[in-house]
């Protein structure tokens, strides 16, 4: 397995927070895979364990689900991607010397606040600022392939035993077929839309662009849902496969409370010297008429302009080329159209995915321009705090390689409660209502997947 190419210590200057969640040693860092049958991954991620646990669903290459927790690595503050990336060169050292492997590369998998303390509180504190983890059991599957990859301290025996029991389940589960659909939906009931609140917000922002403080602000917002009973996660992963047009289903759990969605938007991904990312602004509900209609819609135009700039004033600079197209594509989604740039480019020098995730994050897609103020505005104003909705989250390997997708259409399950995000780009022109029925438009993805009619 290869190292890191920057920088040779890289945990030297890791701060104390990222640190202090490694054990003292990793020397007896254990990592088994076997081959395993293959299920579908809420299938797997259904059989688990759910305190701790994951899913990661991609458009293409392997996906996983998983539980429990071999390493935990933490960080806060404004320096949460570089403590996380330097604090794990530890981990990957301890893996070099683990044994080989016969199949996927093991990843730390993880995500980001929208901003430092934005998950401080509840119900986002099991979450913080930053948070990645290799997990103690991880379920593969690529495609006809699939494995079980074990990671952990100590006894080789109890480790092997525990892949066992799992390839045993995942057995029965492939004979069992799919399961049936789970019971009813609990009651539930919707906090009520607070529409003035709104109101204020989208004046605040257009007055601060009216001014020239601000080209575009990302307004965003959250729908409580309150059940009589707890909904049903896996209930809510399976249904998310319905969404179409090339989509991230994920979950991560932690202490119970799970944060998931099905969003289609990439921020980065880096595989060698290949950087990816996609410019994804402007949208049409499709009962409003044709995709074509997007192309020719001044607001949305001018909104999807500011994200691909930013995009491309960010990683220009790091790269000997980059492919940008002149004009935006329609991307069709099941509910909606979005107007989308494929970036691609090849990197004048390695840099982590991580790294590329600091500069990008938040494009002007979750937070606007100039980035500074949008940020600004948006802890200034916004009522719910944010959490991991709108933020970074996804995987990365031993070499930098890794997948950072943008935690849209996205939800928090706690108890017998679900938040459920949706944001909408303000910028000149931009009408309080019709944003939010963007927003409406867009938490249907999750309130649709708990099994609510939000028609």
């Known amino acids: 397995?290869?190292?890191?190419?920057?920088?040779?210590r890289p945990d030297a200057a890791a701060s104390p927070a990222a640190l202090t969640a490694l054990p003292a040693t990793l020397d007896h860092l254990r990592?088994?895979?076997?081959?395993?049958?293959?299920?579908?991954?809420?299938?797997?991620?259904?059989?688990?364990?759910?305190?701790?646990?994951?899913?990661?669903?991609?458009p293409a290459g392997p996906g996983a689900a998983a539980t429990g927790t071999a390493v935990c690595l933490h960080?806060?503050?404004?320096?949460?991607?570089?403590?996380?990336?330097?604090?794990?060169?530890?981990?990957?050292?301890?893996?070099?010397?683990?044994?080989?492997?016969?199949?996927?590369?093991?990843?730390?998998?993880?995500?980001?606040?929208?901003?430092?303390g934005a998950a401080a509180g509840a119900p986002w504190e099991e979450f913080g600022d930053a948070a990645f983890v290799l997990p103690r059991i991880t379920y593969w599957r690529d495609g006809d392939r699939a494995w079980l990859q074990g990671a952990a301290m100590g006894r080789e025996d109890a480790l092997r035993s525990e892949l066992e029991s799992a390839r045993a389940a995942l057995t029965r589960a492939a004979a069992q077929g799919e399961p049936p659909a789970t019971a009813a939906v609990p009651e539930y009931s919707i906090a009520p839309v607070d529409r003035e609140s709104w109101r204020r917000q989208v004046e605040s922002i257009l007055e601060a662009i009216a001014a020239g403080r601000a080209q575009k602000v990302v307004a965003?917002?959250?729908a409580r849902v309150t059940f009589a009973r707890a909904p049903s996660v896996v209930r809510a992963l399976a249904n998310l496969r319905d969404e179409t047009g090339g989509v991230w289903r994920f979950a991560f759990t932690r202490g119970g409370t799970t944060f998931?969605?099905?969003?289609?938007?990439?921020?980065?991904?880096?595989?060698?010297?290949?950087?990816e990312s996609e410019a994804l602004a402007g949208t049409l509900d499709k009962s409003a008429g044709p995709g074509g209609d997007l192309i020719a819609r001044g607001k949305d135009r001018s909104e999807h302009e500011f994200v691909r700039q930013g995009i491309v004033n960010e990683l220009a600079p790091l790269c000997a080329k980059l492919a940008v197209p002149a004009v935006p594509a329609v991307r069709e989604?099941?509910?909606?159209?979005?107007?989308s740039s494929p970036i691609r480019g090849q990197l004048s020098a390695p840099l982590h995915v991580l790294e590329l995730g600091e500069r990008l994050h938040p494009t002007p897609a979750t937070g606007g321009t100039p980035r500074a103020v949008a940020v600004e505005s948006i802890l200034a104003t916004e009522t719910t705090p944010r959490g991991w909705y709108g933020a970074p989250v996804g995987w990365f390997d031993a070499t930098g390689d890794g997948e950072l997708v943008v935690a849209l259409r996205s939800g928090l399950v706690a108890g017998h409660e679900a938040y459920i995000y949706a944001g909408a780009g303000i910028v000149a022109g931009s009408r309080a209502d019709d944003e939010l029925d963007e927003t409406r438009l867009k938490q249907r993805v999750l309130l649709r997947a708990l099994g609510i009619d939000a028609s």
């Open 220 to 222: 965003a917002r959250c």
């Open 333 to 339: 989604l099941r509910q909606m159209f979005h107007l």
């Open 31 to 58: 990592l088994i895979t076997v081959a395993a049958p293959v299920v579908a991954l809420d299938v797997a991620y259904a059989l688990w364990p759910r305190d701790e646990a994951l899913m990661w669903d991609p």
């Open 75 to 116: 960080a806060t503050g404004a320096r949460r991607m570089t403590d996380i990336m330097q604090a794990s060169a530890r981990v990957w050292r301890a893996l070099e010397a683990a044994e080989t492997l016969d199949g996927p590369r093991p990843r730390l998998w993880g995500g980001f606040a929208f901003a430092p």
């Open 1 to 8: 397995m290869s190292r890191l190419n920057p920088p040779a």
């Open 260 to 275: 998931l969605g099905a969003t289609p938007e990439m921020l980065v991904a880096r595989h060698g010297m290949t950087v």
